[in-house]
């Protein structure tokens, strides 16, 4: 984060709770938490990501809501990353009375991991938390249009393979036809007695 940011919150933190001013928040006990609300773990499914939340609470040791606290949103200048509504990538805001801090960001449309920063001062005490967020393809199962377009690109078609078994079918069927049709018929049996063709006598008694 630039020194120029580092400057400019500790200013706000310090104008933030300047005496008189009637919605000072009194000073909290020493240290405060970040909790974060919306953001972290994020992902975003390209390649037309929808826009999201980033929101933080801030709470006294007590646990009592800080309001006006310095809220710096940082995303990342290159690479997968997000911007804010009207294009920049740091976005300055104070807490409101519930402690809460949000922005709306909107990711690119480059794949990967990035790390949205986001500072938190008050009363010149500081804390810096880092969100994960990735910009990534949904994963999509092949349909049955896919497997077809597949099988399409192949050696055969399903036409043809179609084709081709009912010419093997239909081959099969003609050599088992024409196997049966000559082979040699085996002769009665006659219990070894062989009858062999002629004419035949008739003696005179």
Known sequence: MSAFIRTLC???????VLPGQPDATPPPTKGFTVAIL????????????P???LSIRVNDSKGVPIRDAVAVFELPAEGASASFPDGSIVKVILTDDKGEAMVDIKSNEVPGKYQPTIMVNYLGQSSVIQLNQENSFPFQAPTATGHHRLFRKGFLSKKTVLILAGVAIATIVTI?????????TTPPST????????TGTVGAH
């Not at 919306?38 to 990501?49: A, E, F, I, K, S």
């Not at 088992?176 to 040699?184: D, K, Q, Y």
């Not at 070894?192 to 063709?197: E, H, N, S």
């Open 38 to 49: 919306q953001g972290d773990g994020l992902v975003n499914p390209l390649p037309r990501p």
């Open 51 to 53: 826009a999201s939340h």
């Open 176 to 184: 088992f036809a024409a196997h049966r049709g000559h082979t040699p």
């Open 10 to 16: 500790l200013s706000l933190a310090t104008c933030a």
């Open 191 to 198: 219990g070894g007695i062989t009858i062999t063709p002629g």
